[in-house]
């Protein structure tokens, strides 16, 4: 693994979490609050919302940044991401469930509603640098049974 510190990746990164991650990140929290409207913040609704979140937003939030990461951040053309989806994403979702399944349920169920987003944002940040190291490496994202 031994490429060198981007400054330009760096900020290609800062973007993505300014203009992309963080108000994906809002939007989302802010809908999931006008769905569950009404309803206390119950393990059952926080399982809900978890359910909710890991079949819509999670899997398409993480295509997404694999896509930006690979392709923005690390000039990947298309056709060869195309072979990377194909060959990594199933692996990167389904740690993806493992780690944000848990933390949507600790976040949903007892996270006050105005550091939601601070709270997934934390832990996005190292999600985001699993998931850069990953890619990075050789090391396969989940291990097959």
């Known amino acids: 693994m031994g490429s060198k510190y981007s400054f330009v990746g760096t900020v290609k990164m800062a973007i993505w979490g300014l203009c992309i991650g963080a108000p994906a990140a809002h939007f989302w929290h ?5 769905w569950f409207a009404g309803k206390t913040d119950t393990f059952e609704t926080a399982l809900q919302k978890v359910i909710l979140d890991q079949l819509t937003f999670g899997p398409i939030y993480n295509l997404c ?6 392709m923005v951040v690390n000039g990947m053309p298309p056709a060869a991401f195309q072979t990377k989806v194909v060959k990594d994403y199933p692996g990167l979702q389904m740690n993806g469930w493992k780690v944000w399944s ?3 349920l ?4 007892f996270v006050p509603l105005q550091l939601r987003v601070l709270f ?8 985001s640098i699993f998931v850069i190291l ?8 989940a291990r097959s049974r």
């Open 30 to 34: 802010r809908y999931l609050q006008k």
């Open 65 to 70: 940044f694999m896509a930006y990461t690979a």
């Open 102 to 104: 848990l933390v949507g």
């Open 106 to 109: 600790v976040n949903y169920r």
């Open 120 to 127: 997934a944002n934390v832990v996005a940040l190292f999600w």
């Open 134 to 141: 990953s890619s990075k490496s050789r090391v396969p994202l």
